[in-house]
């Protein structure tokens, strides 16, 4: 090759290439602008949400012309990048592979409720066609510049990328990498979310989908405990806490100071609890949408008897601080009724260490304390490795050891030592909630999973056994009537994170009830929200084997 063609190479290379990029960023103006006006969730994108559709614009560049099939694909990607965008508008999160199971189910409510949201589709919608037709300009202009492989090599390339979701949909053994979450396009929500229906609910579970269907759930209004004043509700969700290293239960080192020195002097009343699933991307969205059943598809989608939800009809003020990433979470949690949702990604920047940048934000938190307010804290401490997220001033039982020489010695000392530290946290927030209101509280402290210390069958969480999922239940009551106090002490025990969230729910007003509801049967789910990790059957008597009913 000559020099000049060399050169003439080079030249149509990159201006294929920034053609590429030009059209990456038309496809995404819709979602830029939305976030600048603060319409959708804060961008941060991954490299390989922009890589998909970036690779999508450099294979049509090597076919001779735009052919008809790589335009139909544009235009169904930016009516599922629309569809997408208009659903936040209206929910406030991304649908995902349950929304299009629950869909399926009640496709007549959807078509009748069209008219209602498709006001929200009205700028998303001219945004979309603007970058589209700019896009087709852009591809006429710029046709000299393609590489002409030919169209049989470019649709080859495209049967390719549009393989891609599908085979990953197949393959990946967790349904939770495509539940919708905030920090992804809302392009790549909607291509996870219909591969994964199209895959798992249309093709491999067709014959058996009704297997995975249950009633739906009854929501009830009821009388609250009478109270004199607004009721505050505030949830502490631990990381990986058993209340089998807890002194407060009669563990043999003091692990919670603070939690042991209110026993005798407030209303503290604590149980073992079990939680949901041994996972935390399927025990917190368990939690809060108050489910039964271990791999119930649709329950979570539609949102029902979220407790946000019930928390927001009651006119409450609602917040969710996390000092970790909570991804798809916040979508399954949130269902648009949190008005201030703070993860690691939003405080990382505070000057504060650990925890303590959870506390730093909730006492920064913008809502009017004199009112009522539904409110969850998700500490980071008591995740492993545990000494890397406790504060160095604080290591006592792990101090001098290592896990070179005692593993074990090592695994419990320093799970205790970040026990003792959040222990400490959960002193921090009590503090500060006496100090901004003098309204009656209720303090919920549990954890999304418990957490297996070598005592039995190995360390950590994630398998289906108790030691996975047990975790505390401690109810504090601050400056709460009695009537609030007695209804705790109807909580039978083991206090299961389905009946938590049903106290909770009680305490806002409403009953809630599965019709698939066995007298004393419940399930501690797998790592996955669909059931298929799968999941324990358990009774209270199994339950509770070699473990004390704490009150």
């Not at 000559?2 to 496809?27: H, P, Y």
């Not at 603007?130 to 002409?148: D, E, K, Y």
């Not at 939680?275 to 949408?289: D, E, K, L, Y």
């Not at 409450?316 to 703070?342: L, N």
Request: aromatic fraction near 12%; charged fraction near 20%; hydrophobic fraction near 40%.
């Amino acid at each position: 090759m000559s020099l000049s063609g060399f050169f003439k190479t080079l030249a149509r290379f990159s201006g294929n290439i920034g053609v590429v990029l030009l059209l990456t960023g038309l496809f995404l103006i819709a979602e830029l602008y939305l976030h600048w006006i603060g319409r959708i969730d804060g961008i941060l994108w991954r490299k390989d949400d922009i890589g998909y559709i970036f690779a999508f614009f450099l294979f049509m560049r090597l076919v001779a012309v735009p052919g008809s099939g790589y335009l139909t694909v544009l235009i169904l990607m930016q009516l599922l990048q629309l569809s997408e965008i208009g659903y936040f508008l209206f929910s406030g999160s991304y649908f995902g592979p349950a929304d299009l199971a629950l869909l399926s189910r009640q496709y007549k409510d959807f078509w009748g409720s069209l008219s209602e949201v498709a006001i929200l589709f009205l700028v998303p919608t001219l945004l979309v066609l603007i970058s589209a037709g700019i896009s087709l300009l852009v591809l006429q202009r710029s046709a000299g510049l393609s590489s002409r492989l030919g169209p049989r090599t470019g649709y080859a390339l495209l049967v390719f990328w549009l393989a891609v979701p599908f085979v990953h949909a197949y393959t990946e053994d967790n349904s939770m990498r495509f539940d919708p979450d905030p920090g992804k396009t809302a392009f790549r929500n909607g291509i996870n979310a219909l591969s994964y229906h199209l895959v798992w609910d249309r093709l491999i579970n067709a014959g058996s989908e009704e297997g995975m269907l249950y009633p739906d759930y009854s929501l009830r209004r009821i009388a609250a405990p009478s109270l004199p004043t607004p009721l505050n509700l505030v949830v502490i969700m631990g990381e990986s806490i058993t209340y089998t290293h807890m002194g407060l239960y009669g563990y043999g080192r003091d692990t919670t100071p603070f939690l042991s020195g209110l026993e005798a002097k407030e209303r503290l009343i604590f149980r073992p609890g079990i939680s949901s699933a041994v996972s935390t991307h399927v025990s917190i969205p368990m939690f809060f949408n108050i489910q039964y059943e271990p791999d119930n598809r649709t329950h979570i989608a539609s949102g029902k008897t979220n407790l946000y939800r019930l928390a927001k009809s009651q006119g409450y003020q609602t917040a969710f601080i996390s000092s970790q990433e909570m991804y798809a979470i916040a979508s399954q949690v949130s269902k648009g009724s949190v008005d201030t949702w703070r993860e690691m990604k939003h405080i990382e920047q505070r000057p504060e260490t650990f925890d303590g940048k959870l506390i730093a934000e909730l006492k920064s938190l913008p809502i009017d304390w004199n009112r009522p307010f539904f409110l969850t804290l998700n500490p980071r401490a008591g995740h492993i490795p545990y000494a890397k997220y406790t504060p160095a001033e604080l290591v006592h039982f792990g101090k001098g050891l290592s896990k070179t020489d005692d593993y074990h010695r090592y695994m419990q000392g320093t799970y205790d030592d970040a026990m003792r530290y959040f222990d400490q946290v959960v002193g921090e927030i009590v503090v500060n909630l006496r100090q901004q209101t003098s309204n009656p509280t209720v303090v919920v402290i549990t954890s999304d999973h418990g957490q297996r210390l070598g005592e039995a069958s190995g360390y950590g969480h994630n398998t289906l056994e108790f030691g996975s999922a047990r975790v505390p239940f401690i109810y504090l009551g601050l400056n709460t009537p009695p009537a609030v106090d007695a209804a705790v002490r109807e909580l039978e025990c083991p206090v299961t994170h389905f009946e938590a969230g049903r106290f909770i729910a009680r305490l806002l007003g409403y009953q809630v009830h599965s019709p698939s509801e066995v007298a004393d049967v419940f399930f501690i789910n797998g790592v996955d929200l669909t059931g298929r990790g799968g999941s324990l059957r358990y009774t209270r008597a199994e339950a509770l084997q070699g473990q004390k009913c704490s009150r």
